[in-house]
């Protein structure tokens, strides 16, 4: 087999979740091309419906499953719509996620709980559900953020700490599914990649930070769909517990 053909995904089955916009739907894409058949999750069905038109047009198979992540009974269902309609999981995206910046003072326990129970909640959830029935060469990606690893101006304490806490479950279900289940959990820590998330920036915001970014530029979401494909493929079949910055150098500033 050839290097290349490592990091083919032929007849895996992905579970995305967030795939409704954003960088869920370019993981979706990529995986897609990459060989795999996608379960796309999200609030939104009609949004998902789009998704997957993109994965039939590649000759895979898609299926749409309405939910919210936040509900660990959903997260189940999730994962059952997969095994029932697609046969397997092979490799679940964990990429559901909410931004907010609300001052640390004024931040009701709603707005703060909300966050914790989408982001690092959720993906703990769906985890659960999905190493339940994951075989030996699974993979799990956690998506994370540069601001579970430094800060950016902005007062982001609930997305903070749920970005940093899905690099702690990251570390700790590597260690508890490695050699004992052979499931692989790795994250990823996007920096700035425009989407409908950081469409609610205040205006200037964005170039602000370039002079942060070792690029000097804002990423394009294949890029960052290029490196899960490489880690949730059997090209990164040593990779383990690891964070990897995509973010154009801007943890490096
Ligand atoms: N864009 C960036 O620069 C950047 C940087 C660092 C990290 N990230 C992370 O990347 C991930 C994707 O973000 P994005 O930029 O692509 O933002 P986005 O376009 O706003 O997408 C967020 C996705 O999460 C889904 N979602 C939100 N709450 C959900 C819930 N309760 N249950 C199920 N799905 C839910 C949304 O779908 P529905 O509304 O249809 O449910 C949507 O598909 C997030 O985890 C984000 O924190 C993004």
């Given amino acids: 087999m050839s290097v290349l053909d490592t990091f083919r995904l032929d007849d895996r089955v992905a579970v995305v979740t967030g795939a409704s916009s954003g960088l869920g739907v370019a993981f979706a894409r990529a995986l897609a091309e990459a060989g795999a058949d996608v379960v796309l999750a999200a609030r939104r069905v009609d949004r998902l419906e789009q998704t997957a038109e993109l994965v039939r047009a590649t000759g895979r198979r898609a299926v749409t499953v309405e939910t919210d992540i936040a509900e660990p009974e959903q997260a189940q269902h999730m994962v059952d719509a997969a095994v029932e309609q697609l046969g397997k999981v092979d490799i679940l995206i964990n990429n559901a ?42 993979s799990i990606l956690n998506i994370s953020s540069v601001l ?8 982001q304490a609930a997305y903070a700490a749920s970005k940093a806490g899905i690099i702690g479950l990251t570390r700790d279900l590597a260690q508890q599914w490695g050699a004992r289940k052979g499931i692989r959990v790795n994250a990823l820590a996007p920096g ?8 609610e920036y205040q205006p200037g915001y964005l170039d602000a930070m370039k002079s942060r970014i070792v690029l000097g530029r ?29 973010d154009g150098g801007l943890t490096i500033n």
């Fill in 97 to 138: 996620g909410i931004g907010t910046a609300v001052p640390a003072t004024k931040e009701t326990p709603d707005q703060f709980r909300r966050v914790i129970d989408i982001n690092l909640n959720g993906s703990y959830w769906a985890a659960q559900a999905a190493a339940r029935v994951m075989q030996p060469g699974s």
């Fill in 148 to 155: 579970g690893l430094t800060t950016a101006g902005l007062p």
């Fill in 192 to 199: 700035f990649f425009r989407t409908e998330m950081t469409d």
């Fill in 218 to 246: 804002t990423g394009d979401p294949a890029e960052i769909a290029a490196t899960a494909v490489w880690l949730v493929s059997g090209a990164a079949a040593y990779v383990t517990g690891q964070t990897i910055a995509v």
